[in-house]
């Protein structure tokens, strides 16, 4: 039975994957809204773009040309924010301190359609990203100098993405990014003692009490977390536990794609529109240990709020104490599962 008090009365949840906590404040979502709105571009994109660079045959800022690819294509980022050979240095000097970071980072078209994203794409099409998801990590994990790997998509000019054509991008570098970190100490100490997944115990709860979950097949679930922090924020987790998307077979990706094509359906369908999100992968380091503590799993986190045009933004509080949200985990699974 649905906890009514999580519905009506402000309170925190604990983020059991990062130690931190989001308020939440389901009361604020019944006020009159007096935000700003803004006029939806839903203009129909070519197939086509004689001007993208990413394109099938087009040339690139560096003077390469991108091959006639068919499905998936992949390359190292032009103006990547990693430098593989960066110079090895330390700073130590009082309270200033730094360390160099090596890394590459690569990107990844989805399609040759310009005007598809993933929402577009049917599980078979997106299967084959997820294998080039596979490949790239296992190249990049076998080597030495990589210790982290970070698939991740930005969705939409209001994530960030310069460029329309369905692509995400893969960083890899020496050391663990600030969030995996996070996920890494939490797990491990979950694990030391438990001798269990701390996301695997966590989801075998969610799937018994069918609060929060949108959509599940025999290997994956679609849910929106208990601690979710951006208001449509969703999670796929595989069912059985894996540390990372090299421990799935060919089935068990086809599933997995179809648990994306979901989700991103739905997504679009929520405010009739194209809808933004970053989403990524977080999954288990490549630096040699088995690293059972991990379970892997892809978080999606959009910013549309109320309409189309209405977007939630991190300012104020959120910047200076913590997150919080007004739309309850529960109410949003809701909107969405009606939409399936």
């Known amino acids: 039975m649905e906890n009514t008090d999580l519905q009506d009365y402000s309170h925190k949840r604990y983020n059991i994957l990062t130690g931190e906590w989001v308020l939440v404040s389901p009361h604020r979502a019944k006020r009159p809204w007096q935000g700003q709105n803004e006029a939806v571009n839903n203009e129909k994109r070519p197939t086509y773009d004689e001007t993208c660079y990413l394109c099938a045959g087009n040339t690139r800022i560096n003077g390469e040309v991108n091959p006639k690819y068919e499905d998936v294509f992949v390359f190292t980022n032009d103006f990547a924010?990693?430098?593989?050979?960066?110079?090895?240095?330390?700073?130590?000097?009082?309270?200033?301190?730094?360390?160099?970071?090596?890394?590459?980072?690569?990107?990844?078209?989805?399609?040759?359609?310009?005007?598809?994203?993933?929402?577009?794409?049917t599980p078979v099409e997106i299967q084959k990203v997820v294998f080039q998801w596979q490949k790239e990590y296992k190249e990049l994990a076998n080597n030495p100098a990589i210790n982290y790997v970070q698939i991740f998509e930005n969705k939409g000019a209001v994530m960030g993405c310069s460029?329309?054509?369905?692509?995400?991008?893969?960083?890899?570098?020496?050391?663990?990014?600030?969030?995996?970190?996070?996920?890494?100490?939490?797990?491990?100490?979950?694990?030391?003692?438990?001798?269990?997944?701390?996301?695997?115990?966590?989801?075998?709860?969610?799937?018994?009490?069918?609060?929060?979950?949108?959509?599940?097949?025999?290997?994956?679930?679609?849910?929106?977390?208990?601690?979710?922090?951006?208001?449509?924020?969703?999670?796929i987790v595989p069912k059985k536990h894996q540390t990372?998307?090299?421990?799935?077979?060919?089935?068990?990706?086809?599933?997995?794609?179809?648990?994306?094509?979901?989700?991103?359906?739905?997504?679009?369908?929520?405010?009739?529109?194209s809808f933004p999100y970053s989403s990524g992968i977080h999954q288990s380091p490549t630096d040699g240990n088995e690293n059972k503590h991990w379970h892997w799993h892809m978080s999606f986190y959009p910013p549309l709020l109320r309409s189309a045009t209405v977007k939630k933004f991190m300012v104020g509080y959120e910047m200076f104490g913590s997150p919080q949200r007004d739309i309850t985990a529960e109410s949003a699974v809701k909107m969405i599962k009606a939409l399936l």
């Open 81 to 121: 924010a990693l430098q593989n050979d960066s110079k090895s240095f330390e700073v130590n000097d009082g309270l200033l301190v730094a360390q160099s970071e090596t890394g590459i980072c690569k990107v990844i078209c989805f399609s040759p359609d310009h005007s598809k994203s993933l929402a577009d794409m």
């Open 163 to 235: 460029n329309p054509h369905p692509h995400g991008q893969i960083w890899s570098q020496s050391t663990l990014p600030n969030e995996v970190d996070k996920k890494n100490i939490q797990q491990v100490n979950y694990y030391s003692k438990n001798k269990t997944s701390l996301l695997g115990d966590y989801l075998s709860q969610e799937l018994e009490k069918q609060e929060r979950i949108i959509f599940e097949n025999d290997n994956f679930v679609v849910l929106i977390p208990f601690w979710a922090v951006w208001p449509f924020e969703t999670m």
């Open 244 to 273: 990372n998307i090299l421990e799935m077979d060919d089935a068990q990706a086809l599933q997995y794609a179809e648990a994306i094509a979901v989700i991103t359906k739905a997504y679009d369908k929520l405010f009739n529109t």
